[in-house]
């Protein structure tokens, strides 16, 4: 009985295929030959509805995922430019489907990120989780500077490096972890120190320029960039057990990096990390919250954390902000005023 169940739905199917019906009234033919089934064999004396059972639940379930996956597609805008300018795979469709159902991102979110370009500045502790979580979330393209290689002192705390790539310059060790991560998204590789010469035409590419260093040259260099062609400045910096970070964006009237730290510090008053210390995980807590801020920064998700720097303690699981204010006399950004 259960066979001729079986067969009696296939036939339907293949007739209907045959005949191109509607594809409603062959799912309601096949519906009505299982349910028909279903029900003679729970009534007879000796039926046995368990093989049809199992089957609707498969069948049920199946069906569950497809609508699903269908309605993720639906969210995601149909009118999308070609390849890397918004359009998505099927699988990219799954990779991102926690994003998709996200009311603050949804599929318009999704494609400003795979439109997106990021610059990532140094990749050593802050740059380690910020390049890895841009590259899940699906920044279409990332660029990563940074003229070091991998040491195996930076094993305890730069997490996208491994020991097969020490001696292996960062930005190569960096895209071959991005490019295993997610092989929809564009990776640039910069294998130099940013200067003066080069930063300007660099910037210009990109939408959005996350600083990871830890020398205030570059911090100033970035800084006076950033302010010049009007792209907003993602920063964080670490000692020992604290970290901290901010957005600056003067183009959105903030104030900009040298508005806050005028001036480096003496000698010996900011020490290295490799003179001080720092704790492992404290660049993945700074880091992942600098990847989230660009995030915010580019899908206009929530509040971005601009005019404001967020202070982390992790010694104590403790964290405060403060206000930041533009300084009348900044000789970067005070013209702007």
Request: proline content about 5%; overall charge neutral.
């Given at each position: ?14 007739l ?11 799912w ?5 030959a ?7 064999q729970?009534?007879?004396p ?47 469709l799954e990779?991102y ?19 997106s370009?990021v610059?990532?500045?140094g ?23 940074d003229d ?28 071959k ?42 911090r ?51 020490p ?22 660009a ?21 104590y ?8 204010a ?12």
């Open positions: 009985m259960v066979l001729a169940a079986f067969g009696i739905m296939a036939m339907l199917w293949a209907g295929g045959y005949l191109s019906w509607p594809k409603t009234m062959v309601g033919l096949v519906a009505l299982y349910f028909a089934a279903l029900g003679l729970l009534v007879l000796e039926g046995d509805a368990t093989g049809l059972a199992i089957f609707g639940g498969v069948a049920g379930l199946v069906g569950a995922y497809s609508f699903g996956l269908a309605k993720l597609k639906a969210r995601v805008p149909a009118d999308s430019a070609p390849s890397q300018q918004g359009t998505f795979r099927e699988a990219e990779r489907a926690r994003h998709i159902v996200l009311r603050e991102l949804g599929g318009p979110g999704q494609k400003k990120l795979k439109q370009k610059l990532v500045i990749a050593g502790g802050l740059g380690s989780p910020v390049l890895m979580y841009l590259a899940a979330a699906g920044v279409g393209t990332i660029g990563v500077i070091d290689v991998v040491e195996h002192t930076n094993m305890q705390r730069q997490v996208i490096h491994r020991e097969d790539t020490i001696d292996m310059p960062k930005v190569q060790s960096a895209v972890a991005m490019a295993a991560l997610n092989p929809f998204i564009t990776l640039r590789p910069y294998q130099r120190r940013l200067t003066e010469e080069i930063a300007e035409e660099l910037f210009a590419e990109y939408d959005v320029i996350i600083d990871g260093t830890d020398n205030f040259e570059t100033y260099l970035s800084n006076r960039m950033a302010v010049k062609l009007g792209k907003p400045l993602i920063s964080g910096a670490l000692a020992q057990w604290e970290g901290q970070l901010s957005v600056f964006d003067v183009a959105k009237d903030g104030p900009c990096y040298q508005c806050i730290f005028p001036e480096a510090p003496a000698a010996g008053l900011a290295s990390c490799s003179e001080a210390g720092v704790v492992g995980p404290l660049p993945g807590v700074i880091g992942t919250m600098m990847a989230l801020e995030v915010k920064l580019i899908t206009g998700a929530g509040h971005v954390t601009r005019g404001e720097m967020l202070i982390y303690d992790g010694l699981g403790e964290s405060r902000k403060i206000k930041l533009r300084r009348d006399d900044c000789p970067i950004c005070s013209a702007l005023s």
